[in-house]
């Protein structure tokens, strides 16, 4: 059990270090080291845990039917932002599926492996206009190179780019421009409906072993 992410400042030193470690430092079973660190943190503590089968995940990426998710916020690696670590997916999750599983591991084909992280999410989110290039769409494109498409964050450095994607474009309005951004800031911002009811589906971020 890694801890990431603490609220209060006197345990942010902890951060980065297995709870294995922080109980011995505070010479504490990790049992109570877990509760006594919730207790003083007045907080849901962040952790990362390492309990996934490759396997599993393997399996799980390779099915026409499982959307892909990063499952972590997107956060700028300055300011505040470096007083708690993410989880490598944050800066890493598609650029690892596109990677490491699609061209490297090869559990489905590029075609297929786009298609379920547009279209299928899309399309699972009653988003009629979105994930697509059809007429009447939205103009969200990413162009990346897929011989190159890697990422490079890990739980020892989670705030790594990925690199190999060259241009994005959102609602129309270029935001990359050779891997690099333009400062503009595309309109609209799409917000979840509370209580909306989408069909079955499944999702799955792509596993990171230590």
Avoid at 34 to 59: Q, W
Avoid at 60 to 65: E, F, I, N, R, T
Avoid at 135 to 146: E, Q
Wanted: contains cysteine.
């Amino acid at each position: 059990m890694l801890l990431i992410g603490f609220k209060s400042d006197a345990l942010k030193p902890y951060t980065g270090k297995s709870l294995a470690e922080v109980a011995k430092l505070r010479g504490e079973s990790p049992e109570d080291a877990a509760i006594d660190l919730v207790i003083e943190d007045h907080h849901r503590v962040e952790t990362a845990y390492f309990l996934m089968s490759e396997d599993n995940v393997r399996l799980g990426l390779a099915q026409p039917w499982v959307s892909i998710d990063s499952d972590e916020g997107a956060v700028a690696p300055e300011g505040a932002f470096l007083l708690s670590n993410r989880h490598p997916r944050a800066y890493g999750s598609f650029a690892r599926f596109l990677g490491h599983y699609v061209r490297d591991k090869k559990v489905t084909t590029l075609a297929e492996a786009i298609r379920r992280l547009t279209r299928l999410p899309a399309e699972n989110f009653k988003m009629r206009d979105r994930g697509c290039l059809d007429t009447g769409c939205h103009a969200d494109i990413v162009v990346f190179d897929p011989a190159t498409i890697a990422d490079h964050a890990t739980f020892d450095q989670p705030r790594k780019f990925a690199t190999g994607v060259v241009d994005v474009f959102v609602n129309g309005v270029q935001v990359i421009r050779d891997g690099e951004h333009t400062g503009e800031r595309a309109q609209p911002i799409l917000r979840a409906v509370i209580g909306r009811r989408f069909a079955p589906t499944r999702w799955l971020h792509p596993g990171y072993s230590r």
